[in-house]
Antibody, heavy 119, light 110 residues
């Protein structure tokens, strides 16, 4: 059974760093892209970027380039989304999502990780 | 870059048919596939239509998708509405450098 299991909710202060994870199982982790999607409270879905764990090819939305870092460790079938200095505006639900190739639709979603940034 | 514009909300009665539009701001709607995702409150999204008009297994045939090059838009049509269809629906497409989601449409079935 294909699963994407994300790390648990986080509560952080502005300026702190954070790395959340998305562990894939039940499939060949290096053969599918993993994307990250942000959903701010009460708002819509925003595409942040994607990574191909097979060769670490990574692409970012211009809106998120330089704001976050997407990475993957294929030895443990896990993708990451990290911030070096959180802002209150980073408060959101973050979803990871699997798709076969860049132009293919998402076929599996993680359950989401809620990040709350508050002083 | 381009945008995908959806109506903010639609409502319809059970048993009726509703259509949600998704208009591409620049570039041809036919140049890249359009997907549709359903998101119920408190849940992750799920795919209801992919590649313009294909349904994943498990999605009822009440859901259908199409594109119209003349209006540069895609549409999601749900027939025989059920209360369980009440959700947010997002269209999504892409170009060579990024994916784009529409702003989402809240479907109310009342």
């Amino acid at each position: 059974e294909v699963q994407l299991v994300q790390s648990g909710a986080e509560v952080k202060k502005p300026g702190e760093s954070l790395k959340i994870s998305c562990k894939g199982s039940g499939y060949s982790f290096t053969s599918y892209w993993i994307g990250w999607v942000r959903q701010m409270p009460g708002k819509g879905l925003e595409w942040m970027g994607i990574i191909y764990p097979g060769d670490s090819d990574t692409r970012y939305s211009p809106s998120f380039q330089g704001q976050v870092t997407i990475s993957a460790d294929k030895s443990i079938s896990t993708a990451y989304l990290q911030w070096s200095s959180l802002k209150a505006s980073d408060t959101a639900m973050y979803y990871c999502a699997r798709h076969l190739s860049y132009g293919d639709p998402v076929d599996y979603w993680g359950q989401g990780t809620l990040v709350t940034v508050s002083s | 870059n381009f945008m995908l514009t959806q109506p903010h909300s639609v409502s319809e009665s059970p048993g009726k048919t509703v259509t949600i539009s998704c208009t591409r701001s620049s570039g041809s709607i036919a140049s890249n596939y359009v997907q549709w995702y359903q998101q119920r409150p408190g849940s992750a999204p799920t795919t209801v239509i992919y590649e313009d008009n294909q349904r994943p297994s498990g999605v009822p045939d009440r859901f259908s998708g199409s594109i119209d090059s003349s209006s540069n838009s895609a549409s999601l049509t749900i027939s025989g509405l059920k209360t369980e269809d009440e959700a947010d629906y997002y269209c999504q497409s892409y170009d060579s450098s990024l994916w784009v989601f529409g702003g989402g449409t809240k479907l109310t079935v009342l």
